[in-house]
């Protein structure tokens, strides 16, 4: 995963590469070739409180999150690829 820029002021991107998106495809899927839907990603932005601010969720590979009207601060981003039970957690500084 990449998330950018950082600090951030107002655009958060974050990018999900393709070796992530095929970790999260289920061994069924695999095996039987038979997509019937693509991995998806629940993206969750908090604050140091543990906050929820933000949440997303994708099948694509690129997702952003408007910080503009948040207070500069300390957030954390987590990403869940539905396969593991704990998440990709990154540190956010927002600086205005």
Do not use: C, W
Not at 2 to 20: C, G, K, R
Not at 40 to 49: E, I, S
């Amino acid at each position: 995963m990449v998330v950018y820029p950082n600090p951030t002021s107002d655009i958060l991107n974050i990018e999900i590469d393709i070796e992530a998106i095929a970790q999260a495809e289920s061994p069924e899927q695999t095996a039987t070739d038979a997509k019937t839907t693509d991995p998806y990603f629940v993206l969750r932005l908090y604050d140091g409180q543990g906050n929820l601010l933000r949440q997303s969720t994708t099948q694509g590979s690129k997702v952003q999150f408007n910080v503009s009207n948040l207070p500069n601060g300390i957030y954390y981003l987590h990403i869940y690829d539905g396969v593991s039970e704990k998440p990709e957690i990154h540190q956010i500084l927002v600086e205005h």
